[in-house]
């Protein structure tokens, strides 16, 4: 039996599908990093049902696993307040402006409980869920922050496997925390060009059914 026939993934649409997604999230950012007191607003209860937001949920062998969010409205003026630090290397990008004129959705929430971080495929199945659905709802890119330093981070991951491109800095956020935040860029096109080069079976996995992205074809 492989770790396929282990892991399901899904949509949270339902009052349970939060609570398993609380289940992971408060193991992860209230009792593992202490980020947080109130960890009830990190799945707000408005977000069932919610077009701007999505929310998705990995389990291992029934039990939860994973957990990931998905915003299709993104917050701009936050992204103004946080004071973006341009990286060396980012192409010259105007990252508010990039924001504003691409179709890009923001990934975060990304969590994997202890006891499954060796198992890529909890990390792999829920960049699948999320990003085909992103996919399916017409948008290009995404953009996430990854901070810096932290011993759990998923840069390695979002960098070495996705293909995120760190394009800039800043030091606060939605979390307050004292870490560094990285600013990264996926477009999903060039994503998958790279995806069928390496052709791993992490990355037919992710990539297997997707379509509709503009350039796939190129």
């Given at each position: 039996?492989?770790?396929?026939?282990?892991?399901?993934?899904?949509?949270?649409?339902?009052?349970?599908?939060?609570?398993?997604?609380?289940?992971?999230?408060?193991?992860?950012?209230?009792?593992?990093?202490?980020?947080?007191q109130?960890?009830?607003?990190?799945?707000?209860?408005?977000?069932?049902?919610?077009?701007?937001?999505?929310?998705?949920?990995v389990?291992?062998?029934?039990?939860?696993?994973?957990?990931?969010?998905?915003?299709?409205?993104?917050?701009?003026?936050?992204?103004?307040?946080?004071?973006?630090?341009?990286?060396?290397?980012?192409?010259?990008?105007?990252?508010?402006?990039?924001?504003?004129?691409?179709?890009?959705?923001?990934?975060?929430?990304?969590?994997?409980?202890?006891?499954?971080?060796?198992?890529?495929?909890?990390?792999?199945?829920?960049?699948?869920?999320?990003?085909?659905?992103?996919v399916?709802?017409?948008?290009?890119?995404?953009?996430?922050?990854?901070?810096?330093?932290?011993?759990?981070?998923?840069?390695?991951?979002?960098?070495?496997?996705?293909?995120?491109?760190?394009?800039?800095?800043?030091?606060?956020?939605?979390?307050?925390?004292a870490?560094?935040?990285?600013?990264m860029?996926?477009?999903?096109?060039?994503?998958?060009?790279?995806?069928?080069?390496?052709?791993?079976?992490?990355?037919?996995?992710?990539?297997?059914?997707?379509?509709?992205?503009?350039?796939?074809?190129?």
């Amino acid at each position: 039996m492989s770790q396929l026939d282990h892991i399901e993934s899904l949509k949270a649409t339902t009052p349970a599908h939060r609570d398993e997604c609380l289940t992971v999230l408060r193991e992860v950012y209230a009792a593992e990093k202490e980020w947080v007191q109130d960890d009830t607003h990190l799945f707000a209860e408005s977000d069932l049902g919610s077009e701007a937001v999505s929310w998705f949920l990995v389990r291992f062998d029934g039990q939860p696993a994973g957990v990931v969010r998905v915003l299709y409205e993104l917050p701009l003026d936050l992204y103004k307040d946080y004071g973006l630090k341009l990286l060396d290397g980012a192409g010259g990008i105007n990252v508010e402006e990039f924001l504003a004129k691409n179709r890009i959705a923001e990934i975060g929430r990304f969590a994997v409980a202890d006891a499954y971080r060796r198992k890529i495929l909890v990390a792999a199945a829920l960049m699948r869920i999320a990003s085909h659905e992103t996919v399916n709802r017409g948008f290009t890119h995404y953009v996430t922050d990854v901070f810096e330093g932290e011993e759990h981070s998923p840069l390695a991951f979002h960098r070495k496997v996705l293909g995120f491109q760190p394009v800039a800095t800043h030091d606060h956020g939605e979390i307050d925390v004292a870490y560094r935040r990285i600013t990264m860029l996926l477009d999903f096109a060039e994503a998958y060009r790279q995806f069928k080069k390496r052709n791993t079976f992490i990355h037919r996995f992710i990539a297997e059914g997707l379509s509709g992205v503009p350039g796939l074809q190129s």
